[in-house]
């Protein structure tokens, strides 16, 4: 079973800031998935209904993009992507599946307000 909450972001002195942020927490299979907003969630569903994963080589053209001039400076084993820094895990098929409907179900709340 999942546990799908928002949780308020403290600042490091551990009081909350003047402006309300919160993220979005996803607990599902042992693991705790953290979203900043929505598009960040909607990416990783994205990703968890693909069977087949990307590749985790990055263009240099879009490397740049991202990076910004000192790019050249940069080993490849700097550079890491957020899905590649997930327990793979999570990739088997059962667990993949139960992420993928954890993930679905807090979109769900979020589009209805009930987040």
Do not use: H
């Amino acid at each position: 079973m999942a546990r799908i909450s928002r949780e308020p972001i403290k600042s490091e002195d551990g009081k909350q800031n003047l402006i309300p942020r919160s993220v979005i927490v996803v607990e599902v299979v042992s693991f705790t998935f953290r979203f900043a907003d929505v598009s960040q969630l909607q990416k990783c569903i994205a990703y968890y209904k693909t069977k087949t994963r990307p590749t985790s080589r990055i263009p240099a053209k879009e490397l740049a993009a991202e990076l910004g001039e000192d790019w050249r400076e940069l080993r490849g084993w700097e550079v890491e992507r957020w899905f590649e820094r997930l327990p793979m895990y999570l990739l088997e098929e059962p667990k993949r599946q139960k992420v993928l409907k954890a993930l679905e179900k807090a979109e769900n709340l979020l589009e209805s307000g009930k987040l």
